[in-house]
């Protein structure tokens, strides 16, 4: 009986032991967009793209939208704040530089070979 108890205390602690407890996930992001703005945003870059160039590829696309739609959301609090026309020749500018910038280090780490 007593070789059970230690036994059953030997298991219990192996099994808490290898539990973990994962803490808790803050964002990135600290807006008030709604998923449709997000949406919105999103396409209208694709759009933009398109209409530069009817041949860019889909992949190209979608790693430049997803980082501008990610710019936007860590950088604007909302909806109104992004409709300032004053921030637009600052907001091209940054988008251009942040997104071109990591994109090219994402692409070199996967391609030494393009460095």
Same mark, same amino acid.
């Given at each position: 009986m007593e070789l059970r108890i230690k036994i059953l205390i030997a298991v219990s602690m !192996? %099994? !808490?032991g290898c539990? =973990? !407890? @994962?803490? @808790? +996930? =803050?964002s990135i992001y600290n807006n008030n967009f709604t998923t449709l703005e997000i949406r919105s945003l999103w396409v209208l870059c694709q759009q933009a793209f398109l209409q530069k160039n009817p041949y860019t590829k889909p992949r190209v696309i979608i790693e430049y939208c997803?980082? #501008? $739609?990610? #710019?936007?959301? @860590?950088? #604007?609090k909302d909806k109104k704040e992004l409709n300032d026309l004053a921030i637009y020749d600052n907001l091209t500018k940054n988008l251009i530089i942040e997104c071109?910038? @990591? %994109? &090219? &280090? +994402? &692409? $070199? %780490?996967?391609?030494p070979a393009s460095i």
């Open positions: !192996i %099994l !808490i539990t =973990t !407890i @994962k803490p @808790k +996930e =803050t997803d980082c #501008y $739609s990610d #710019y936007v959301r @860590k950088t #604007y071109n910038m @990591k %994109l &090219q &280090q +994402e &692409q $070199s %780490l996967a391609d």
